[in-house]
């Protein structure tokens, strides 16, 4: 009998420890029932036929949708509100994401009161634009130290409104906060995006490189907090004179060769003079393109979207069960849906 008990304390012990070892070596989770997902990010919500399709058939289950900034001037206000001039298919989820611009939380002195200030403001939108009050909402504040504390402390407000009614809350994390503190929130969203340097005209794409994205992987793996990936399909053209960076063109044709000379993969020399375009009309200021100016052309590649999602996934097993694509815009899915559609 001796020798019995001996074995089954041992075999207890055995499991018990078994137990421990698993558990404390557990890795952070993925986010709650993952979907695939789209971010939303425009004043006005208006789904055009190529964008109502991508949506079915990549079978997306969420947007992330944009709703308001928070800014800073005299105190805090919102702007940029979204405009309801269409409605969301059915049996997606939509998930309210507010933006805050740089710096507008330093200072804040009552977190609380701006913690439901932000939420009434949410479920004013949602219930005057005939949704049904959302079970998560979503910050997106590329915060520092040095306005840490004070970020955290609104989210903790946020969050205790939040869990009263059954619902939560959830944050961008962006690379290089990896690095940083956890915030108080439920989960996490992923920015694998804007990893260079923009305003350096010798950048060769500073929306996305598996080479800018690598030396961050390393803090992904046991970062404390459930978390999904979002990752670009947005492209942009962008202007340099002297050298120096001076604005986001839009509408130009790179292709007419009467224009613009190829100089490599990405930049192009500018051969005439014109107007610079910006939003689709001429800048307010007066911008002009001049002969001798540089643009360079960014966009991810499908291959260079595909290596930078397993890279992401063989770092952290199930961050990319849910993948966040940045954004819905038709001028970027249109020639490509079958292979965005693929990255899920």
């Not at 308001?68 to 998930?95: C, M, R, Y």
Request: charged share 25%.
């Amino acid at each position: 009998m001796k020798i019995l008990r001996k074995i089954y304390a041992y075999t207890v012990a055995g499991v018990v420890a078994a137990l421990l070892a698993a558990a404390c070596g557990k890795s952070p989770q993925g986010v709650n029932n993952p979907k695939n997902s789209v971010y939303y990010w425009r004043t006005t919500l208006r789904l055009d036929s190529a964008e109502r399709h991508f949506l079915s058939d990549a079978q997306v289950g969420k947007m992330y949708v944009h709703f308001f900034d928070v800014v800073k001037g005299d105190g805090l206000h919102p702007a940029n509100t979204l405009l309801f001039e269409d409605s969301v298919p059915q049996g997606i989820e939509v998930i309210p994401t507010i933006f805050f611009e740089p710096d507008a939380l330093k200072g804040l002195t009552d977190a609380r009161e701006l913690a439901q200030l932000v939420l009434n403001r949410i479920d004013q939108m949602t219930e005057q634009n005939g949704l049904a009050k959302t079970s998560q909402v979503q910050m997106d504040y590329d915060w520092v130290g040095s306005d840490e504390t004070v970020y955290f402390n609104f989210l903790s407000e946020l969050g205790k409104l939040l869990h009263k009614e059954g619902r939560t809350l959830s944050a961008t994390i962006r690379l290089h906060q990896l690095a940083q503190k956890v915030p108080p929130v439920d989960e996490g969203v992923l920015m694998v995006y804007n990893v260079g340097n923009f305003r350096d005209e010798g950048e060769q794409n500073s929306i996305l490189t598996s080479e800018a994205v690598a030396p961050y992987l390393p803090k992904l793996k046991d970062y404390d907090l459930p978390l999904c990936a979002a990752l670009p399909i947005y492209g942009w053209d962008l202007l340099y004179q002297n050298h120096s960076f001076r604005q986001i063109v839009r509408g130009v044709d790179l292709s007419d060769t009467l224009r613009f000379s190829q100089m490599d993969s990405t930049h192009y020399r500018c051969l005439a003079y014109m107007a610079a375009p910006a939003d689709g009309i001429a800048d307010p200021e007066g911008q002009r393109i001049y002969p001798g100016d540089i643009i360079r052309h960014e966009e991810p590649s499908t291959e260079t979207l595909r290596q930078v999602r397993d890279m992401l996934e063989r770092s952290r097993s199930g961050v990319c069960s849910q993948l966040v694509i940045y954004h819905l815009d038709s001028k970027f899915i249109k020639g490509k849906q079958y292979e965005i559609k693929e990255l899920y």
